[in-house]
């Protein structure tokens, strides 16, 4: 996708302003200032429990953030439900994958579409030619995304019987469905292999190129971090620590001493 | 409404609430450690004074030796019903020990009507408990001063067993966390069975002096005051004991009170407690003292 | 071609079973239409709480009260004026409901609707609490309206009732009904609105987060099946032809409840086999509460046995067999074909 390179570099897709989560006395998130532009791939690190998560639900709308704005594309959208979030262009996957089990990989898929649809379920019931076509030109769509996961020789079985890694890019197959054009990876690589999480990169890279998509993604294998990620953000008990490219962060002591303990970092 | 008839009304509210009360304690605490709504307590309450029944007519024991025995039996059974109907269910989803709950709820029931006939029989009352006595000029029922008495005798042991005991400890701490009390060596089978056997006789208790208060037995008797105890027991915030008796006190206060004030209404004091459900589940659903975990993203 | 195929023997399959049905109302006795009717409209309850639980996930105890509101409407609407006159012997009924009238396939349609009008509104606050919350509390509005019922003499002719309510139900109609009950369930649950839903039982959280505004489809699938709640209990009452308050006790929603929970969880062949089997069931167990003359010696019956058995039925299939007869399976043409191919090879 050639937005990539010719826009200029204020061209921000979404920003973060102050963004603060509380729950009762605990601060998980605090002050969150972030920007993320258009066609870049951005990591969001930290140990466990510094607030990533928390971040990944107040962006999608799962948590209404206790202070602070989401500007995505210039438009505020904190506060607004989850549904709504995903409707603007903003879509996630899920750190516990979530699929819906008894469906198969095809459904899957046809669930992200629906939001899409011009058409009403009464319209099916006499096969109405809107309807019909519709149904089948969302068919095809979804097929063409698993054929670019991967999965279109699976797509009728039950979701819940592919192995691992294809249940994790089934999950980004249904989030591109619903036609995002920001998507936040949670633990994109967790529990794979070290080709497995190479395997991924290279998908991750592909999907931003072929989709025109802005990534934000969580992980903990640093080597796919540095890999793919263009700029950091560093997470600590809820405060950013450190913001930068990879190899400034790599070498950021306040970075160290949050992953490693003080010694390690005066070491 | 003079003096008396208003002080017979407080009477009455106090003796109703309290035996909501002790129903509804059994449906928090159960609910508190299981997150399950057992809709066979109504039966349990139905069952203990159908056992004093028994006792009385079938056995010829004096009343206070089968009513003792009758709470016995009943919490026996209630803890019987958990092991065979609930137990193997513990790990299925949430909403298969409640459909198992109305199958044991409707069986129950209809054993009742099996072994004792849908037709309503009457109840052995104490002379001492029905006759009224005068307090400074009001003619007052000494069953309206022994209900809520024994009822607060009943809660205060209650309190003790949850607040001083080892197994209150532990009923305690599977209500915060089951899994975690199982690693920390807390006896939960037998704690669960405690909790059962715990609210049964306390629903035993309430569902006999029921029968002495509205004279009469019924299979079916136990399904209205059922309901109505668990909406008290969501009143007050489902999980806590306190709730659970604020909750039954505050609808027996609304159902005597609304009736005695406006009469017209009467006919319709079964849909109150529903209405009130419906406005605390749409208002405040963890009711006055309860708390609920958000659901985790 | 594989679905001109499905169309023309789903149109013959209805072709013959019409024929059935023609063959069962001249040769089956009354007792036995009566079964036969009863089966029709289990099923149409049936398929519309599997609609509501064992697809979209919402725990909901209140089809009595539905029906209930179906049964009422369509009774008073097909009564004739001069009939109400002489049932409303308590208090005149009011001026509306003693001059409306229409013709009976309206006047289910129109028990269906008000049914359905009365689940989205009900939907619209208790459709956002929790599984165990929502069931207790459906139950809880299928109580107010049984108490209204009871309370509101110059509508519902109290606990009285009605009395002689015309029987059009028949054959023809309660199979007709089930059928569009079928086709339009069917059909939703094949559409992607119907993948939505289920994909809310399975996950709402990731429905969510796939755009789904899940209370919108929530009540939606809560009207739909209240809609046909309502058209099974309006035509429950034209088969019975009397109504009372007393009829629609939390007993009504446990008899659907445990056909669904017996056919399996979101499978609709699940709902119409165990529609067929437990209305039998039911029937055939009310030999046990009448007594019986065996070689001379006449037993008494055993009022109460046969819900006895009932209910130890649901706990032995929750403990034993929870996925039902069914499970989430389907039996379709196709799966049929699959069966017959094994079969020969």
Redesign the interface.
């Known amino acids: 996708m050639p937005t990539t390179q010719t826009t200029p570099a204020d061209d921000v897709i979404l920003e973060t302003r102050e963004l603060t989560m509380r729950f009762g006395g605990l601060l998980a998130v605090a002050d969150f200032s972030a920007s993320f532009p258009r066609g870049s791939i951005t990591g969001l690190i930290g140990p466990n429990g510094a607030g990533k998560t928390t971040c990944f639900n107040m962006i999608?709308?799962?948590y209404r953030p206790t202070s602070g704005e989401v500007l995505f594309e210039g438009v505020p959208i904190a506060g607004l439900?989850?549904?709504k979030v995903?409707?603007a262009g903003i879509?996630?996957t899920?750190q516990n994958i979530?699929?819906?089990?008894?469906?198969t990989v095809l459904?899957?898929v046809?669930?992200?579409?629906?939001?899409r649809?011009k058409t009403?379920?009464l319209q099916?019931?006499v096969f109405t030619p809107a309807?019909e076509r519709e149904?089948r030109r969302?068919q095809a769509r979804c097929l063409e995304l698993l054929d670019a996961v991967g999965l279109a020789d699976l797509a009728g079985e039950k979701a819940s019987s592919l192995p691992y890694g294809a249940q994790r890019r089934l999950e980004i197959a249904?989030?591109l469905?619903?036609e995002p054009r920001f998507l936040l990876l949670d633990e994109p690589a967790a529990g794979m292999n070290p080709q497995e999480s190479e395997d991924l990169m290279g998908f991750v890279r592909a999907i931003r190129q072929a989709f025109g998509l802005t990534i934000l993604l969580i992980e903990h294998d640093m080597k796919v971090v540095m890999g793919i990620c263009e700029h950091l953000w560093v997470l600590d008990y809820g405060q950013t620590i450190a913001s930068g490219p990879p190899e400034a962060i790599r070498s950021d002591p306040k970075v160290i001493t949050a992953y490693l303990g003080e010694e390690h970092a005066h070491a | 409404m003079n003096l008396a008839t208003f002080i017979q009304n407080i009477l009455n509210s106090l003796t109703l609430g309290s035996l909501y009360a002790l129903v509804a304690i059994g449906y928090t605490m159960v609910y508190g450690i299981l997150?399950?709504?057992n809709f066979a307590h109504s039966e349990i309450f139905m069952l203990g004074a159908y056992f004093v029944f028994w006792g009385i007519t079938l056995v010829h024991l004096p009343w206070p030796v089968a009513m003792v025995l009758a709470i016995l039996v009943t919490a026996s059974l209630g803890v019987l019903v958990d092991q065979v109907?609930y137990r193997?269910?513990r790990d299925?989803p949430?909403?298969?020990a409640?459909?198992?709950s109305?199958?044991?709820?409707?069986?129950l029931?209809?054993?009742?009507?099996?072994f004792f006939?849908?037709i309503p029989r009457e109840v052995y009352r104490p002379a001492w408990l029905e006759d009224p006595i005068l307090v400074h000029g009001v003619r007052v029922l000494p069953l309206t001063l022994f209900v809520p008495l024994l009822s607060l005798v009943l809660m205060l042991l209650l309190v003790y067993i949850v607040y001083r005991t080892k197994t209150g400890l532990g009923m305690r701490a599977i209500s915060k966390d089951i899994e975690t009390s199982y690693l920390m060596g807390v006896p939960v089978n037998r704690v669960i069975a405690v909790t059962f056997g715990i609210g049964s006789a306390l629903a035993a208790a309430s569902g006999i002096m029921w029968a002495l208060r509205y004279p009469q037995l019924q299979?079916i008797m136990g399904?209205i005051p059922g309901?109505k105890a668990?909406?008290a027991a969501?009143f007050g915030g489902i999980g806590s004991i306190q709730g659970a008796v604020i909750g039954g006190l505050t609808l027996g206060f609304i159902e005597i009170m609304t009736v005695a004030f406006f009469p017209d209404l009467a006919?319709?004091r079964?849909?109150f407690?529903?209405?009130l459900?419906?406005l605390v589940?749409?208002v405040k659903?963890t009711g006055l003292l309860g708390e609920r975990p958000e659901?985790k993203? | 071609m594989r679905r001109g195929r499905t169309i023309l023997l789903n149109v013959l399959a209805i072709g013959v079973f019409g024929l059935l049905l023609h063959l069962a109302e001249g040769y089956c006795n009354g007792y036995q239409l009566q079964i036969l009717n009863l089966i029709a409209i289990n099923i149409i309850l049936a398929l519309s709480l599997n609609l509501i639980y064992g697809f979209t996930g919402l725990?909901s105890l209140g089809h009595a009260g539905f029906m209930a509101i179906g049964a009422y409407v369509c009774s008073i609407l097909i009564m004739t004026p001069d009939q109400k006159d002489m049932l409303f012997l308590l208090q005149p009924a009011y001026d509306w409901v003693q001059t409306a009238h229409a013709p009976f396939f309206a006047a289910v349609l129109a028990g269906g609707a008000v049914a359905a009008i009365f689940g989205a509104v009900v939907g619209i606050?208790?459709l956002r609490?929790g599984?165990?919350?929502l069931?207790?509390?459906t139950?809880?509005?299928a109580?107010?309206i049984r108490?209204?019922a009871?309370?509101v003499p110059r509508l519902t002719n109290g606990a009285l009732g009605f009395k002689g309510i015309p029987a059009y139900a028949d054959l023809w109609w309660n199979f007709g009904w089930a059928l569009v009950a079928l086709?339009?369930i069917v059909?939703?649950l094949?559409?992607?609105?119907?993948?939505?839903l289920?994909?809310i039982?399975?996950?709402e959280?990731?429905?969510?987060?796939?755009?789904?505004?899940?209370f919108r489809y929530k009540l939606l699938s809560f009207t739909v099946g209240s809609f046909f709640a309502g058209v099974g209990g309006a035509l429950l009452a034209s088969l019975l032809t009397t109504i009372d308050p007393k009829m629609f006790l939390?007993?009504l929603t446990?008899n659907v409840?445990m056909i669904v929970?017996a056919g399996g969880l979101?499978s609709l062949t699940g709902s119409v086999l165990a529609g067929i089997g437990i209305t039998v069931l039911l029937e055939w167990l009310r030999v046990v509460e009448n007594p019986v003359d065996l070689l001379g010696f006449s037993l008494p019956g055993?009022?109460?046995?046969?819900?006895?058995v009932?209910?130890?039925a649901?706990?032995v299939i929750?403990?034993f067999r929870?996925e039902g007869l069914m499970g989430?399976r389907e039996l379709t043409w196709r799966s049929l074909a699959g069966v017959f191919s094994r079969g020969k090879a």
Not at chain 1, 110 to 115: A, F, S
Not at chain 3, 205 to 214: C, E, H, L, R, S
Request: charge should be positive; glycine fraction near 6%; hydrophobic fraction near 50%.
């Open positions: 999608t709308g799962f439900p989850a549904h995903c409707r879509a996630r899920f979530r699929l819906f089990n008894n469906e459904e899957n046809m669930i992200g579409r629906h939001l649809q009403s379920w099916t019931l309807s149904n969302d249904r989030a469905a619903t | 997150r399950l709504i109907a193997p269910l299925a949430r909403i298969s409640l459909i198992s109305i199958g044991v709820s409707f069986f029931q209809n054993v009742a009507i099996v006939q849908a299979p399904t309901f668990f909406i969501v006919g319709y079964d849909a407690a529903f209405v459900l419906i589940l749409m659903p659901d993203v | 725990f606050p208790l609490l599984d165990d919350y069931g207790i509390a139950l809880g509005f109580e107010i108490v209204v009871n309370n086709y339009v059909r939703l094949q559409s992607n609105t119907g993948n939505v289920k994909a039982r399975d996950n959280i990731a429905a969510k987060a796939m755009g789904v505004d899940v939390f007993t446990f409840l929970v979101g055993i009022p109460g046995m046969r819900m006895v009932f209910s130890l649901l706990i929750i403990l929870r989430m």
